[in-house]
Nanobody
Framework: VQLQASGGGLVQAGGSLTLSCAAS?????MGWFRQAPGKEREFVAA????????AYTDSVKGRFTILRDNAKNMVYLRMNSLKPEDTAVYYC????????????????WGQGTLVTVSS
């Protein structure tokens, strides 16, 4: 499975941005992760294949929304009320099973897209 993330950019604090991830195949649970400069990669959000099960890390709850369109093999991360601490390279990932849901068990990773939030 090939994953292509896009939609990153520069935004002011309080602003919004939507990231997109295009998958070459469907049938996978999907996740978004991010890595800030000098920090470890961290889990952001995940969505099951059906979309019925969703998880977020606490720091983005109420601000970020993960969505998917299975007809297009697309996953989105809608980010509102962005903060400078959301600045990071964001990665999408795909997992064939729900093992280690939601933070681990991903089999495929896309390249990152950079999100920069200015204060």
């Amino acid at each position: 499975v090939q994953l292509q993330a896009s939609g990153g950019g520069l935004v002011q604090a309080g602003g919004s941005l939507t990231l997109s991830c295009a998958a070459s195949l469907g049938g996978y649970r999907m996740g978004w992760f991010r890595q800030a400069p000098g920090k470890e990669r961290e889990f952001v959000a995940a969505i099951s294949w059906s979309g019925a099960t969703i998880a977020y890390t606490d720091s983005v709850k109420g601000r970020f929304t993960i969505l998917r369109d299975n007809a297009k093999n697309m996953v989105y991360l809608r980010m509102n009320s962005l903060k400078p601490e959301d600045t990071a390279v964001y990665y999408c990932a795909a997992g064939a099973t729900m093992t280690y849901w939601p933070m681990s068990g991903y089999d495929y990773w896309g390249q990152g897209t950079l999100v920069t939030v200015s204060s």
